[in-house]
C-alpha cells in the first residue's frame, strides 16, 4: 500500500520532470528564435532586393538565405528529436499543432524565395509572407511560454517572449521602411504603418519590463547604444514626415536597412542572455528539487504509521480554498520523524498552491494581452478596420470614457453576438 | 524528417491521452466523493453520540464507521493504482501533494475515532477534525477540477467541485446543529456559525448554477422536496433564534439529523450524475477525437509536399496572437489534398485557441474566488478575525464602497505588506 512519503516523493518527481521538459522546449526555442532572426533580415534584404529592381543587394540576400537553409535544417533536427509519442510535453497538443503549422510554412519557403528572387512580388506581398511565417515561429515560443507551471520560469518565458514579439516588430518596421526608401517615394498609408510598428514595440518593451530580471531590463537599456538611437529616430523622421507621393531619397536605404539591424542585432544579444538566464533558472531548481528528492528519500515510510494524531493537531488544516495567509509559516520541523514528514507533505502542499496563485497572477497578465487582441480582431472583422486602426479606436475610446484599455476590450468582446464580422 | 501531418497527429494524440487522463481521475474522485459522504455522516453521528454522553446512537455510529472504513479501503487501491512513475498526470505535482496529505489523515482516523468512542474529546474538536480530513479529501477533487484543458469539462468539473463543496457545508451544518440540540442549550457563537454555513452553501450553490448544464441544475432543483425544506427551516429557525444560553429540546436532535440527511443524501445522487455525466463528456469527446485521428492517418504525409504555396495565400495567419474573431470561419477543405492538409492544420491550431480561451474565462471564474478566499485569510491572519466576520467585513467594504466582492478582495491583497498577520 502506497504511503504519505511516496506521494511525497512522486508530486516531487513530477515537478522535477516538469522543469526538465521546460529545460528541453526551452532549447528548441533558441533554436526558433535563431530562424526567427534569420528571417527577419531575410525579409529586409528581400524587401531592399524587390525596391532596386534586382539592381542591388543580391549578394547580401543569396548569403542570407543560405544562413537561413542552415539554422532550419537545426530546427527541423529539434523538431524531429521531440518525443511525440509521449504527452508528457507541456501543453503537448498546442505546441505540436503550432510545429505542424511552422512545418507547412518552413515547407513553402522556397517558393516565397523563388518569388522574391523573379521580382514576382511586390515588397508588400513578401513582406507578409515572412510575416506570416515568423509569426507560425513565435506561436511555437508562445506556446513554450503558456506551459510553465512555475511562476518564476514563467514570468521569465513572459519576458522572453515578449521581447522577442517586440523584435519582430522592430524587424517589421525595418522590412517597411526598407521598402519605402528603396520604392524612392512616401506613402501615407505605409507611413501610419510604421508608426503603428513603432509603438507596438514599445508596447512589447513595456511588457518585458515589467516582467524581466531588473538586471536584464538594464542590459537591454545600455545595449541600445544613443548615436544608433539618434540616427534610427532621424530616419523614422524623414520617413514618417514626407509627403505622401513626394520623393524619398533610395540611397537611404541601406543607411536605413544597416542602423535599424544594428539595433536589431543588439536586441539578438539580449535576448540570447534571457535564453541563458532561463536554462540557469530551470537548471537551478531541478538541481534544489533533487536535493530534496533525496533528502525525502532517506525517510523511512514506516515512521508515518497509523495512529498519527498530529494530522489533527495544530497546524492549519489545508482545503482546497485554505487561504495562502493562513496557512503560512510553515513551523519548524518537530522532532519526532512521523511528525516530520506530515510537515513536509503540507510544506509541500502550501509551496505549491502559493505557486499556483503567482502563477494565476502571471497568466492574468497574459490574458489580459491576449483580450485585446481578441477585442482589436473583433473590430477588425466588423468594421473592416486595419489592425492599427482598431487599435486606435480602442485606446480613443478608453481615453474618451477614462477606462483601461482591458476594460474597453472586454467591452467590446461582450458585444460579440451584436458586433459580427462582415 | 517530420512533416507537418506528423505533428498533426501527435497533437491529436495528446488531446486524447489527456481526456483519458481525465476520465481516470473522475473515476478517483467519484470514490473519494463516497468517502467524503461517509465522513460527513459519521462527524454527524459522532457529535450525536458525544452530545448524548454516549448513551444514544451507537449502533448506528458504529455501523458508519464500518461502512466508511469499506470505501477508504477502496480509495486506497485507486490511489495504489495510480500511476506516479509517470509525470502525465494533469497537474500531477499537486494532485500527489494533496494525496500524501489525505493518507496521513487517513492513517489518523482511528484515533480519531478512539477519541470519540471514549468521549475524550467534545462535539467542537470531533467536528474539526473530521472538517479538517474532509477537507483534504476536497482537496483532491479541486486538483482534478483544476487539471482539464478542454473548457467545456473543466466547467462540469468546476460545477461538480462547487457542488461537492456546498453540500459539505451543509454537512458541517448539520454536524453543528446536531451538536446544538444534542447539548440541550443555545450558544451564540454557533448560532453564528450555523448561519454562516448556510450562507456559503447557498454561494456554492450558486456557482454550480452559472457553470452546471442547465439540466442537472434542473434536477437540483427538482431533487429538493418542499417539506424537507420546509421542516429544514423550522428546525434552523428553532436553532438560531433561541436566546444564548436557554434550552433547545435534545430530542429534536434525531429529527434535525434525518432531515439534514435527507437533503445531503439528495445532493449526493445529484453529485453521481454529475460524475456519470462528465464520464460520458470524457468519453464522447475521446471517441469524438479517435475518428478525427484516423481520418488523419489515412492521409499521405509526401502530399504535404515542399512548394506548397498554398500557406502564404488566402487564409488569415495563425500568429501567437491571432485574434479569434479574424481567424474564425474555416473555409471548406480544398479539393488538393496538400491544401486540405494545411486547413486541417490551421482548423486544428484555431480550435485548440479558442479552447484555450474559453478556458481562460472558466478559470478567471475560479479565481476569483481564490482571491476573496486568499483576501479573507489575510483578514483573519491581521485582524484575528473568524472566517465569517472577515466575510462579512469584506461584503460590507463592498456595499458601503458599492463595489463588487472581488473588487474588495483584490484591494485588500494590494494591501498584503501593511497587514502583517499578529
Known amino acids: 500500500m502506497k504511503s504519505g512519503l511516496s506521494f511525497l516523493l512522486a508530486a516531487k518527481r513530477c515537478e522535477i520532470d516538469e522543469l526538465q521538459q521546460l529545460a528541453l522546449t526551452s532549447a528548441l526555442v533558441n533554436v526558433t528564435g ?157 507611413q501610419h504603418r510604421l508608426l503603428h510598428l513603432v509603438e507596438s514595440q514599445e508596447r512589447c518593451l513595456e511588457v518585458f519590463g515589467a516582467f524581466a530580471q531588473p538586471r536584464n531590463f538594464d542590459l537591454w537599456q545600455a545595449s541600445q547604444d544613443s548615436a544608433t538611437l539618434a540616427e534610427l529616430e532621424r530616419l523614422r523622421r524623414v520617413l514618417c514626415t514626407v509627403a505622401h507621393g513626394a520623393v524619398l531619397d533610395p540611397q537611404l536605404s541601406q543607411a536605413w536597412f544597416d542602423c535599424c539591424s544594428q539595433r536589431i542585432d543588439r536586441m539578438k544579444a539580449v535576448e540570447d542572455r534571457l535564453a541563458l538566464d532561463l536554462l540557469r533558472a530551470c537548471e537551478d531548481k531541478v538541481a534544489l528539487a533533487r536535493d530534496e528528492l533525496s533528502s525525502y528519500e532517506s525517510l523511512h515510510p514506516a515512521a508515518t504509521g497509523a495512529g498519527a494524531m498530529s494530522f489533527f493537531e495544530d497546524a492549519p488544516a489545508l482545503g482546497p480554498n485554505a487561504p495562502a495567509a493562513y496557512v503560512a509559516n510553515p513551523q519548524g520541523y518537530g522532532l519526532q520523524l512521523e511528525r516530520s514528514i506530515l510537515e513536509l507533505v503540507q510544506e509541500q502542499a502550501r509551496r505549491l498552491q502559493n505557486m499556483s496563485e503567482e502563477l494565476d497572477t502571471v497568466r492574468a497578465r497574459l490574458n489580459e494581452r491576449k483580450v485585446i487582441e481578441r477585442a482589436k480582431g473583433l473590430l477588425m472583422a466588423h468594421r473592416q478596420l486595419s489592425e492599427e486602426a482598431a487599435h486606435k479606436t480602442m485606446r480613443q475610446m478608453a481615453m474618451n470614457q477614462n477606462r483601461r484599455l482591458i476594460d474597453v476590450a472586454e467591452a467590446v468582446l461582450s458585444m460579440a453576438e451584436v458586433l459580427p464580422p462582415r
Open 34 to 190: 535563431r530562424l526567427i532572426h534569420g528571417l527577419q533580415r531575410e525579409r529586409g534584404l528581400s524587401n531592399l532586393l524587390i525596391g532596386s529592381h534586382g539592381h542591388q543587394f543580391q549578394p547580401s540576400h543569396q548569403k542570407q538565405i543560405e544562413e537561413c537553409r542552415e539554422v532550419e535544417k537545426e530546427l527541423r533536427a529539434c523538431f524531429d528529436n521531440l518525443d511525440t509519442a509521449s504527452a508528457s510535453v507541456g501543453h503537448g497538443a498546442r505546441l505540436f499543432s503550432r510545429i505542424a503549422y511552422v512545418l507547412h510554412g518552413l515547407d513553402a519557403l522556397d517558393g516565397l524565395r523563388e518569388r522574391v528572387a523573379s521580382l514576382q512580388w511586390t515588397t508588400r506581398q513578401s513582406t507578409d509572407a515572412y510575416v506570416r511565417l515568423i509569426s507560425g515561429l513565435l506561436a511555437v515560443v508562445f506556446e513554450a511560454a503558456d506551459s510553465a507551471s512555475d511562476p518564476e520560469i514563467s514570468r521569465l518565458l513572459v519576458a522572453r517572449f515578449n521581447f522577442m514579439q517586440g523584435k519582430e516588430f522592430a524587424g517589421q518596421e525595418r522590412a517597411a521602411g526598407s521598402a519605402l526608401f528603396a520604392s524612392g517615394r512616401a506613402d501615407n498609408a505605409e
